[in-house]
């Protein structure tokens, strides 16, 4: 067997997942064997809409830092997605020096990510082809190609001394994928000869049945969207998806148009992969963005970031006439990508602005502009069927997801009590007994607003949420330190809550239970006059607006 001489006295392998299980995004998992360990993939997770101010999230991985008996051997990454490699250099802040594996694509878009940060000299980087053998520290790792909706993907099959352990990352069964690279489907299927003892498996459309459409069908979409088209054409979707700008470009170019790019992330990654081979986008078809004007509006296709909504993103700013490039009527709009769970109202509302600004949009199910990079149900029984595993983790999905799939694997032969549901932080450990669910380690969300990471915390965002939702009232109150009187009518300043040239009854109000409420505290400490004056006014308040703003109350001893 494949590093055996490696396993000798291993009493067990620990598998921790501290991101991917139970959300969608921020995936990350550690496997941990005498004490040194390896990790795969290292994302973020974009905010909810309740999470105001948060830029992104990132796993929880304090549990690392506090094992000073725990070496990190290597960092491994199945693919480019900001999911999968958008928390880098938070990761390698931690723990400096630790080598990086990537495939040349993902290596690339790290290295960016590296620069950007004046990081490049934190870790070396490694690259590997699909295929190649990684010796990792005590971990011997098999990669094998998968395909998904960014080209250089690869799963890993993990040897230890228990049974091999297959991580498939995010994959679909394409058998006509863009860049002409199918699964490795013998590769699969060799492992099932050796036997896997534990399958990690993609279960984001676990609830979606059928197979997975290849990404060719969105070819025939987008011709038959250009070929109507009268005016220009503007793509928006990811921007790390190379495959779908491949395409666009291909039709783009048998119709006589040329290609602009707009976002810097966007711009940053083509220039990546066309310096890599991996997109085939001819100088002369380029244009500059600020160009397109002097060319006539049939002749031009502009690629853009934004098909999620985001409140930055160049889409939105088109449709709120705040970007270079303006919106009119004739311009077609098209989406080409699904809306990620949370984002629906975003989403929706770009499109309705774009509309108003008198654009066609096209966006699934209008037309098969888009397809998952994630396999469907049949894509997840066909992995099942391929490796048969002893024991099995779904992974990288909801909660919802994460059963589905469960369920799924239940229906594939795989016995009930071999089939392991569990959220971020539940370490899985095999030993010479089998595969079971050992104990709970941190694994929740760590919010980065700004520079500021993981300052921000679940009470912070709940002051946002209030704020947001009813705003503050502060007054302000000076007391003579003598007498313990105010000195004059307190100042009330409100933002968000009312407004105030128009609530004046209700302003005086306020002002009148604050001067009630000082004489009735005459002789408390001004911090127990501010909190009886806060909880005083938040009653009144509410009785009269049914609304609970944020009071703050300054008390002043003059």
């Known amino acids: 067997m494949v590093g055996w001489v490696k396993f000798v006295m291993v009493k067990k392998v620990r598998v921790l997942p501290l991101g991917g299980l139970g959300e969608i995004g921020k995936n990350m998992t550690v496997f941990e064997m005498d004490n040194r360990a390896i990790i795969v993939d290292t994302g973020i997770m974009f905010p909810a809409n309740d999470m105001f101010g948060v830029d992104y999230i990132i796993p929880d991985f304090t549990y690392l830092q506090s094992r000073d008996d725990l070496r990190i051997e290597g960092i491994l990454y199945t693919h480019g997605h900001e999911d999968h490699i958008g928390a880098i ?90 860049d002409n690279k199918p699964p490795d489907y013998a590769r699969l299927a060799e492992y099932s000869r050796r036997g896997v003892k534990l399958l990690m498996a993609d279960s984001t459309n676990a609830t979606t049945e059928g197979w997975t459409p290849s990404e060719s069908v969105i070819s025939e979409a987008f011709d038959r969207v250009f070929r109507k088209a009268k005016g220009r054409i503007i793509v928006a979707t990811f921007a790390s998806l190379i495959s779908r700008i491949q395409q666009v470009a291909d039709v783009a170019q048998r119709y006589g148009r040329r290609m ?50 985001e409140p930055s993103s160049v889409l939105t700013r088109m449709a709120a006439g705040r970007y270079r490039v303006e919106v009119t009527k004739g311009d077609t709009i098209i989406i080409s990508a699904h809306t990620i769970p949370g984002n629906e109202e975003m989403v929706s509302r770009r499109i309705n602005d774009l509309f108003r600004r008198g654009a066609n949009v096209i966006y699934d199910p209008l037309e098969a502009v888009h397809v998952s990079g994630h396999g469907n149900r049949e894509d997840m029984r066909m992995m099942i069927n391929l490796t048969r595993p002893e024991y099995f983790l779904p992974i990288h999905g909801e909660l919802r997801h994460l059963h589905a799939h469960a369920q799924l694997a239940r229906e594939s032969g795989i016995r009930g009590e071999n089939i392991m549901v569990v959220e971020n932080g539940h370490v899985i450990e095999l030993d010479k007994h089998g595969v079971h669910i050992a104990e709970r380690v941190p694994g929740g969300y760590v919010f980065v607003d700004g520079n500021s990471v993981g300052d921000v915390g679940r009470a912070v965002l709940r002051d946002r949420e209030i704020l947001a939702q009813d705003g503050f009232v502060i007054v302000v109150m000076n007391v003579d330190a003598r007498t313990n009187q105010l000195m004059q009518d307190p100042e009330i300043i409100s933002r968000g809550f009312v407004y105030m040239r128009d609530a004046s009854e209700l302003i005086e109000q306020i002002r009148a239970s604050a001067v009630r409420l000082s004489k009735d505290n005459r002789k408390a400490s001004a911090d127990a006059l501010r909190r009886e004056v806060e909880d005083g006014l938040a009653a009144m308040i509410y009785t009269e607006t049914r609304r609970r703003p944020m009071i703050f109350c300054v008390v002043n001893r003059v």
């Open 260 to 309: 602009a790019i707009a976002g810097h992330s966007m711009n940053r990654n083509v220039d990546i992969a066309r310096d890599l081979g991996m997109l085939n986008i001819p100088d002369r078809m380029l244009v500059d963005l600020n160009q397109i004007d002097l060319l006539p509006p049939h002749e031009v296709i502009v690629m853009a970031t934004g098909a999620q909504g």
């Open 89 to 178: 250099c938070h990761v390698l802040e931690a723990f400096p020096n630790v080598p990086i594996f990537a495939t040349r694509l993902t290596a690339g878009l790290i290295d960016v990510k590296l620069r950007e940060k004046d990081m490049v000299s934190t870790a070396p980087i490694r690259i590997f082809e699909a295929g190649d053998l990684l010796e990792v520290g005590p971990f011997t790792v098999e990669s094998f190609h998968v395909c998904h909706s960014i080209p250089d993907c690869v799963g890993f099959a993990i040897n230890t001394p228990f049974g091999l352990i297959v991580h498939t990352g995010d994959y679909k069964f394409d058998n006509t994928p863009i």
